[in-house]
């Protein structure tokens, strides 16, 4: 158990739908990150929050966004869903010290597109 | 660009046998890399990580990996596999550039263990 949990942990939305998936870091961490996998592959890096604002970003599109609390604990949202958005959602949490910070990774959500 | 190879998509091996999973990256500064496994439906469970110092690693459920630089490489062995480590594992290495890390993963290599 790394401490990170997710919600929900699956989720079935129509094309066109906005979805909102959350991510609780654990303990003492103050950076998320947050991955899209799809099926068969390895994670893809969607973008990095710390301190509440966005400090790194993967080759995603603009309706893909996110918000992270002073809590720590971080939302990512898609609109407009589109069929190849089906994958599973991974958060990543971790205590920015350095540059050699290890991530911890939650559960994730599966999100399927109809 | 940065990238990770994992060449062997599926691999099957007998229970009790020795076990090794290759990785090469691509990566112009020193590396840190990463070893995770993934059960199915699950999430990512860190193996185990190299950052600096000794090229050989150690990590949880018996698992090593060695960094060799003039190879590119960082791949993960076992001396006896149980059919607990059926699973997916991953490869990653951590292009760090300004405040962001960011993980790049492999495609991963599917393990199967025979009775």
């Known amino acids: 158990e790394t401490g990170v949990t997710q919600s929900p942990t699956h989720l079935i939305k129509t094309r066109g739908q906005q979805v909102t998936l959350r991510c609780s870091s654990q303990s003492g961490h103050n950076t998320v990150s947050w991955y899209q996998q799809a099926l068969g592959q390895g994670p893809q890096f969607i973008f990095q929050y710390y301190r509440e604002e966005e400090n790194g970003r993967g080759n995603f599109p603009p309706r893909f966004s996110g918000l992270q609390f002073p809590n720590y604990s971080s939302e990512l949202n898609v609109n407009a869903l589109e069929l190849d958005d089906s994958a599973l959602y991974l958060c990543?949490?971790?205590?920015?010290?350095?540059?050699?910070?290890?991530?911890?990774f939650g559960p994730g959500t599966r999100l399927t597109v109809l | 660009a940065q990238s990770v190879t994992q060449p062997d998509i599926h691999i099957t091996v007998s229970e009790g046998a020795s076990l090794e999973l290759r990785c090469n990256y691509s990566?112009?500064?020193?590396?840190?890399l990463f070893w995770y496994v993934q059960s199915p439906g699950q999430g990512l469970q860190l193996l185990l990580k190299?950052?600096?110092?000794?090229?050989l690693v150690q990590g949880i459920k018996g698992f090593e990996a060695e960094f060799k630089r003039s190879q590119s490489s960082f791949n993960l062995r076992k001396p006896s596999v149980h059919w607990s480590d059926a699973a997916e594992y991953f490869c990653a290495v951590d292009e760090y550039g300004g405040a962001t890390n960011k993980l790049i993963f492999g495609t991963g290599t599917l393990l199967a263990v025979q009775p």
């Open positions: 190299y950052f600096s110092g000794d090229t």
């Open positions: 990566y112009g500064a020193t590396p840190y």
């Open positions: 990543a949490s971790k205590r920015t010290s350095g540059n050699t910070d290890t991530q911890y």
